[in-house]
């Protein structure tokens, strides 16, 4: 499986953007997929988790009521719609997905990066003050 994310950019404060996830190699449907960010010098952050089907959304306290997690199962596609942006959103956004399909985990385990066996690329995202 592989993941390539795109969407990253500069914006102002105040706005938004959109970040995407193809996956190739297989679909990806039922699996559990999610968001990270990363600073230099920081180890990666939670931002958002998807579980398989789209049934149930996970997100990181900082970034509830801004951003949202989706998925477009026919285009084996992972968005994150992120608005109302902040100077310290600013990072690289990793997409990252679980290895076995079906699979649910408690609750923490979505905003562990141990539970994810693929990475993208990451993106960058800056946002001015």
């Known amino acids: 499986v592989q993941l390539q994310a795109s969407g990253g950019g500069l914006v102002q404060a105040g706005g938004s953007l959109r970040l995407s996830c193809a996956a ?3 679909t990806v449907s039922n699996n559990v997929m999610a968001w990270f960010r990363q600073t230099p010098g920081r180890e990666r952050e939670f931002v958002a988790a998807l579980s398989w089907r789209g049934g149930i959304t996970y997100y990181a306290e900082s970034v509830k009521g801004r951003f949202t997690i989706s998925r477009d199962d026919a285009k084996n596609t992972l968005f994150l719609q992120m608005n109302s942006m902040r100077p310290e959103d600013t990072a ?4 990252a997905l679980d290895r076995n399909p079906r ?4 609750e923490r385990a979505y905003s562990t990066p141990g539970t994810y066996a693929y ?7 800056t946002v001015s003050s």
């Open 119 to 125: 990475w993208g690329q990451g993106t960058l995202v």
């Open 103 to 106: 699979r649910t985990y408690v």
């Open 92 to 95: 690289v956004y990793y997409c």
């Open 24 to 26: 190739s190699g297989r």
